[in-house]
């Protein structure tokens, strides 16, 4: 059990003097016995210009530039608190970027597996420029994760660091905790998904509120997936318990190209207990939504964090607009991904 009682406010006030972004939330997490930490969480939770009651947390502030940073701080700080000298992870980019930052910072050997020329230049070039030793494969994502598997297999002194690993949704979960904070209840809430860990993280935040008496209401979770990988939303559409795994998922929003989430039976729970839904976009209507959030609204976010404002467009009509507070998860920052801007947009 968590050991907590907290009104933040109350109970804490000095707490942010000592711990900073996802770290104020100790009393949340397990106990570590090290802090591996560059600064991730405390991200800008931005209001709208266009909408009423719409805002966006903008995860691309994080030190790699995505809210991968929480969970890799939170799961390489117990690493290292038991000694553990090498990680892996599968990547489509985000979870590599970060795993080879916090690896460097912790003093830990780190193996990254990617699918070759589907990363993103910005994410390649991070695990490049932090040291990380790179395995590139033929194949999608999901053949990454099962070499994962099997590596681990073989090597049992190398520890696995994907969002099957569930250290690394607790870390993830103090996005729940920042916009309670900030917004109290709120009604719906937008995630793009892949390996659907981290809707799974942020339901589990908000449940944990809720089981602590702090937040009576629990917001509906919005799952959005891209029309060429959308095992989950796919299901959804046919009313099925499990997902239509995907075996050549495409979509230029490269993050989320998964055709079997490692974490569908989370993220289905979750998005049935909060009675949200699953929604699928198309390529277009994300190009389209990241260059509107850019123009208008001033955020640079990649395309698969694109993706959640692309649903919010679709969908908003089964929004009441006055009254429904909504928050858009902006996963990931433009600046991963100049390429796609470059080949887009010219
Ligand atoms: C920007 O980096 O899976 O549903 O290997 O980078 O928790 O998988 C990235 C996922 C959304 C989906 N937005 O999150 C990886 C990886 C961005 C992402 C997702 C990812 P999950």
Redesign the pocket.
């Known amino acids: 059990m968590l050991e907590v009682s907290i009104n933040f406010k109350k109970e804490y006030p000095n707490v942010e003097k000592y711990y900073e972004g996802i770290w104020r939330y100790h009393k949340f997490l397990p106990p570590v016995n090290e802090i591996v930490s560059l600064g991730e969480g405390n991200t800008p939770l931005i209001k709208s210009k266009q909408h009423q009651n719409l805002y966006y947390k903008f ?1 691309g502030s994080n030190p790699t530039g ?3 940073d929480r969970g890799m701080s939170f799961a390489i700080s117990l690493a290292k608190s038991n000694n553990v000298k090498k990680i892996i ?10 795993a080879s930052a916090y690896s460097a910072r912790a003093g830990i050997e780190c193996y990254v597996i990617l699918p070759k020329g589907k990363v993103a230049k910005g ?1 390649l070039m991070q695990s490049i420029l932090h040291g990380a030793k790179i395995i590139e494969i033929e194949g999608n ?1 999901d053949l990454a994760l099962k070499s994962v598997f099997e590596r681990i297999k073989e090597n049992k002194i190398i520890y696995p660091l ?2 099957f690993n569930p250290w690394r949704l607790e870390g ?1 979960k103090t996005i729940s905790l920042e916009l309670y904070e900030k917004l109290n209840f709120i009604d719906n809430i937008i ?11 942020i339901w589990k935040g908000f449940k944990e509120l809720h089981e602590l008496g702090l937040l009576e209401k629990l917001p509906k979770m919005i ?1 959005v997936q891209a029309e060429g990988a959308a095992p989950l939303a796919n299901a959804w559409e046919k009313s099925l318990d499990k997902p239509v795994f995907v075996e050549q998922p495409e979509t230029k ?1 490269t ?2 190209r ?1 055709g079997r ?1 490692v ?1 569908w039976q989370k ?1 289905m729970k979750a998005v049935k207990e909060s009675e949200g839904f699953f929604v699928k976009v198309k390529d277009e209507e994300i190009i389209e939504a990241q260059k509107r959030l850019a123009r208008i609204e001033g955020i640079g976010a ?4 694109a ?1 959640s404002y692309a649903a919010f467009l679709k969908i908003k009509e089964k929004i009441n607009l006055n009254i429904e507070k909504t928050v858009l ?1 902006l ?2 920052h433009a600046l ?1 991904d100049p390429e796609s801007i470059l080949n887009n947009y010219l």
């Open positions: 995860e995505s809210f991968k992870v599968a990547s489509t980019g985000n979870t590599a970027a970060s994410k994502f994907n969002s993830q995630v793009p998904v892949g390996n659907a860990g981290n809707i799974s993280a799952g929003a993050a989320i998964i989430p974490n993220a990649e395309l698969a964090s993706a998860i996963t990931g991963k």
